[in-house]
């Protein structure tokens, strides 16, 4: 394990699996009466948000204090940014308060792989730009994990704004590894302008795609870039891409709906859709502070960075057994 | 040690050469059996008792610890696992990891706790759980079973049951399973 999560392919299969065994333990602290462990005390972890968000940074806050870490919130609009201060002078302030992790989201991509240059902390990518989303991917696959056991062999169909989601590159990624088959649902002008490298199938036809899937993984229609004009009218999108009441049927009585957050209720996915028992989509937001613990957990607490064990003399067998 | 941790702690791959057997599986048995009398004894019966295995290595003990209560008294007793990883005072100073189940079975409120493990050395791990326990309840006692007492205490922590004293250097290590318990060394 390194010391940074920036994105899937980084962690690979191994990886992957591994959050996700450690994920089922921190589930348990969650449904336990006091859900909360000293695992973290004393460490201080910093919110980097250059973009709005309301789930993420909940759960990572929620996450980090069912740890006892400290947290240290940092909002654009109302800090030193406003006055002109590069993104650079502002992790370098902010690590010279002394943080071990840096949780970023910014509309750029690559800005966490950037900030991983200029400061000792852990960075944890919560998204950058169209590119990749890892935590949002994990959670994902630790949701039907529970449902269906394995993700091996099962079909996923990614439907909407591909283009513009990095939750869709990150999930396409993580959901392959794992041995998932996908298939990625969009009209032409929002897929991106090649998809050489993608291991995916693509289709145009929902309706056709709908009764062989495993899991239906709605995207968020980005209505805030819709001034592009990529589709027609909303109305036409939702008749050609929207999980409708009528495409409810279709479904299978297993099938997984799945929706990343927030929800354009009536465009990309019907109310009754989103309220069907099918449906998983509070189970992500549940998972999502599970998932996000055991990332930081394995970055800050395990341990597991092996250069920074203690040489073997010096390390007391604290357990008298060998098992 | 769990099997994860032992991987990633010094002498790395490392394995456990036994030198002596100090329990046979005879004397593991009869140690149970008297310990689970013992609980009943000083409980005046088992009322209000739940036994709890620590993950790993006191989950067979406590198990067998149990079925040995639900036999003398002709009751079920109600036992549950707690994986202290999460609680320990070295994370951070090397490799700790959740490995297992955490289960207790209802709340602990005015419960009496009997902590099962299998080996007892600093007492580190026991601080760990009884911080642990804290997130289910407050119980009305918690009492302390092992099977084997090594000595080399570093908190003023002590055990109300024991299998058996065995005296030990510290670099040596304690193996125990239901067959048997014996002392020897981690070697590469």
Not at chain 1, 176 to 189: K, S
Not at chain 1, 195 to 220: F, I, Q
Not at chain 2, 2 to 26: L, N, Q, W
Not at chain 2, 122 to 146: M, Y
């Amino acid at each position: 394990m390194t010391k940074h999560l920036l994105s899937i392919d980084d962690l690979g299969r191994d990886g992957i699996e591994e959050i996700l065994e450690l994920t089922k333990s921190f589930a348990e602290v969650s449904a336990r009466r006091i859900p909360k462990v000293p695992a973290l005390r004393g460490k201080n972890i910093a919110w980097l948000f250059y973009e709005d968000s309301t789930r993420t940074r909940l759960s990572f806050e929620t996450a980090a204090k069912r740890l006892s870490a400290d947290t240290m919130n940092f909002s654009v609009s109302s800090s030193s940014v406003n006055k002109g201060e590069s993104l650079r002078d502002t992790c370098l302030t902010i690590t010279a308060m002394g943080v071990d992790a840096i949780v970023v989201r910014h509309r750029s991509a690559g800005v966490p792989w950037q900030i991983t240059k200029w400061v000792d902390a852990s960075v944890i990518n919560a998204g950058d730009g169209w590119h990749e989303h890892p935590t949002q991917a994990l959670l994902d696959c630790f949701t039907i994990q529970q449902r269906f056991g394995s993700l091996e062999g099962r079909h996923v169909a990614i439907v909407g704004d591909i283009k513009h989601s990095r939750v869709a590159r990150s999930n396409l990624a993580a959901f392959t590894a794992l041995g998932a088959e996908v298939t990625l649902v969009a009209p032409q002008t929002l897929l991106p302008p090649s998809l050489e490298g993608w291991n995916c199938k693509v289709s145009h036809d929902l309706d056709a795609v709908l009764p062989t899937v495993d899991v239906a993984y709605m995207l968020r229609m980005q209505l805030e870039r819709q001034k592009q004009a990529l589709v027609p009218t909303l109305r036409e999108y939702t008749a050609g891409y929207g999980l409708t009441e009528q495409r409810l049927d279709n479904l299978g009585s297993e099938t997984m709906i799945m929706h990343p957050g927030p929800m354009n209720r009536g465009v990309e996915i019907a109310p009754s859709a989103a309220d069907d028992p099918r449906a998983v989509i509070t189970n992500q937001v549940a998972n999502g502070v599970s998932v996000r613990m055991a990332v930081l957990f394995l970055l800050l607490g395990s341990g597991g960075d092996l250069g920074t064990l203690p040489e073997p003399e010096s390390v007391q067998p604290d357990d008298g057994d060998a098992r | 040690m769990a099997e994860r941790e032992r991987r990633m702690s010094p002498p790395y791959g490392g394995v456990f050469v036994a030198r002596t057997t100090v329990m046979s599986a005879g004397d593991i048995d009869r140690a149970i059996w008297r310990m689970a009398h013992e609980i009943i004894e000083h409980n005046h019966g088992l009322e209000n008792l739940v036994v709890v295995g620590l993950q790993t290595g006191g989950v067979p003990i406590s198990e067998r610890i149990t079925a040995a209560l639900a036999e003398i008294s002709g009751a079920e007793v109600p036992s549950g696992t707690i994986d202290v990883a999460l609680h320990r005072d070295d994370i951070g100073l090397r490799p700790v990891m959740p490995e297992e189940a955490t289960e207790i079975p209802g709340d602990l409120n005015q419960r009496i706790v009997v902590l099962v493990d299998d080996v007892l050395f600093t007492g580190r791990t026991i601080r760990a759980a009884l911080d642990a326990l804290h997130d289910f309840g407050r119980p009305k006692s918690v009492q302390l079973a092992v099977m084997v007492d090594r000595g080399h205490r570093e908190l003023p922590i002590r055990p109300d049951y024991v299998g058996k004293n065995i005296p030990t250097r510290r670099d040596e290590v304690v193996n125990v399973t239901l067959t048997g318990v014996e002392l020897g060394e981690m070697k590469k």
